[in-house]
T-cell receptor, first 112, second 115 residues
């Protein structure tokens, strides 16, 4: 029983392409997040949605656009991919007010 | 803004021994959560332990325990009876207890277990 799942797990693409990463959680949580882990393993929040409403939007280029069709799903679309977008992207979920976030397996994105 | 500092980029410990990983944080809030996450080579982020700031008692989970010093803003992780499966990156993280509950992470400590 996968709690937080992401697809795909690996993504290799050329500069300038557009790609999407999908995330789904079956924990019944109301809040979902996207984090980026760079090559030095540093993790940083990108976006957060609570009940389909955007509540956190850190300083992220406009090429990144999250979408939450319902509270169990959070997708990340990236336009015009750049070399610097290469990273591992993690989805996470939590119940607001409970603190603990549960992470998906990550999507390793490599831009060539 | 909240910050989390892990001053030990790498640590190593003999199998079956005890090791302590350090973490300090900075915040002006009085109510918050602190976490330790483990990231093995599989890259999965696994919750190890969590501490609520209002609780004075230190959290424990089997071989894992924390030393939470609220006044000193310190949150160290002790791993007892270290096992080969404990080898991983360990991240200390902070989250507020209200509003935007994003996790702010430290830079991580890579733990090596020596057989």
């Amino acid at each position: 029983d996968t709690a937080v799942s992401q697809t795909p797990k690996y993504l290799v693409t050329q500069m300038g392409n557009d790609k999407s990463i999908k995330c789904e959680q079956n924990l019944g949580h109301d809040t979902m997040y996207w984090y980026k882990q760079d090559s030095k393993k540093f993790l940083k929040i990108m976006f957060s949605y609570n009940n389909k409403e955007l509540i956190i939007n850190e300083t992220v280029p406009n090429r990144f656009s999250p979408k939450s069709p319902d509270k169990a799903h959070l997708n990340l679309h990236i336009n015009s991919l750049e070399l610097g977008d290469s990273a591992v992207y993690f989805c996470a979920s939590s119940q607001r007010g409970r603190g603990t976030q549960y992470f998906g397996p990550g999507t390793r994105l490599l831009v060539l | 803004a909240q910050t989390v500092t892990q001053s030990q980029p790498e640590m190593s410990v003999q199998e079956a021994e005890t090791v302590t990983l350090s973490c300090t944080y900075d915040t002006s809030e009085s109510d918050y959560y602190l976490f330790w996450y483990k990231q093995p080579p599989s890259r999965q982020m696994i919750l190890v332990i969590r501490q609520e700031a209002y609780k004075q008692q230190n959290a424990t989970e089997n071989r894992f325990s924390v030393n939470f010093q609220k006044a000193a803003k310190s949150f160290s992780l002790k791993i007892s009876d270290s096992q080969l499966g404990d080898a991983a990156m360990y991240f200390c993280a902070y989250a507020t207890n209200f509003g935007n509950e994003k996790l702010t992470f430290g830079t991580g400590t890579r733990l090596t277990i020596i057989p």
